[in-house]
């Protein structure tokens, strides 16, 4: 199995550093086909948390960006570049794999009176 993309996680960005200038650096740097790009947001003030994630393609480009890339300066900050393993997807629509004995997943949106047996039904 083989995944849809190379998914990076990128910290410490700028308050400054939108969707389309994350993508521009990234292509810009390294070439190679991105298929997504995103600086994650607050959900209520709409001001950047300061991470963000971008997938390549392929996973040469992705390697090559992690190791080009990280602690390089993004306007004005100096930014981290490392492989995520958040919502990584195969193509036959599975998730992570056996090997990865423990898996932590976020549930929101539960009533205040669920109970972990309740989930594990």
């Not at 521009?24 to 997504?36: L, M, Q, R, S």
């Not at 991470?51 to 390549?56: E, K, N, Q, R």
Request: with cysteine.
């Amino acid at each position: 199995m083989s995944l849809i993309g190379f998914k990076l996680f990128i910290g410490n960005l700028s308050k400054e550093t939108h969707d389309t200038g994350l993508e521009k650096y990234f292509k810009d740097a390294i070439g190679g086909e991105i298929v997504w790009a995103q600086v994650c947001k607050d959900r209520n003030t709409g001001e950047s948390k300061r991470y963000g994630f971008i997938t390549f393609k392929d996973e040469a480009d992705g390697k090559r960006a992690i190791e080009e890339l990280h602690e390089t300066e993004l306007d004005g900050s100096k930014i981290t570049v490392d492989r995520s393993t958040q919502g990584m997807i195969e193509k036959d629509g599975g998730g992570r794999g056996a090997e990865d004995e423990n898996v932590r997943l976020f549930v929101g949106g539960l009533p205040d009176n669920c109970v972990e047996e309740d989930l594990m039904e």
